[in-house]
């Protein structure tokens, strides 16, 4: 599995690069959701079928970390308080203030962090290659 770092530009790009790496098989993807994310990375659907190991390869992971540093992740805070139904905005704020205190991950740093949860994703720093 190849994570294309040069596809990725934004958080809406990621979800599709995800989608094309880890679904490719199904007739739904999953949405912009970093519970689906999570969700997906435990198996029973997609390309991870059951807890199997995985161990996924991501390239330019430099340039996916740019695009989903500080700025877009204080954006997608920011969008989902504009339309908050649905979501927990006392949560969203205080992420947000810690984002903006430098107390608070980005969106990249959030998808690694969720990475490193699933035993099952053999994710190390050196399985990721920058090209």
Request: a negative charge; glycine letters at 6%; aromatic letters at 10%.
């Amino acid at each position: 599995m190849i994570i294309e770092g040069d596809h990725i530009t934004n958080i809406t790009s990621f979800y599709e690069e995800i989608n094309s790496v880890f679904m490719q098989h199904e007739n739904w993807k999953i949405g912009q959701s970093l519970d689906a994310f999570n969700d997906l990375l435990y198996g029973n659907y997609g390309e991870i079928k059951q807890r199997e190991p995985v161990q996924p390869l991501w390239h330019s992971i430099e340039k996916s970390k740019c695009a989903l540093d500080l700025a877009a992740t204080k954006t997608y805070y920011k969008e989902k308080l504009a339309s908050p139904s649905g979501f927990n905005v006392r949560l969203i704020q205080d992420q947000l203030e810690a984002l903006e205190n430098g107390n608070g991950p980005t969106f990249f740093k959030i998808i690694i962090a969720i990475l490193a949860d699933h035993p099952n994703i053999e994710f190390a720093e050196n399985q990721m290659s920058i090209r």
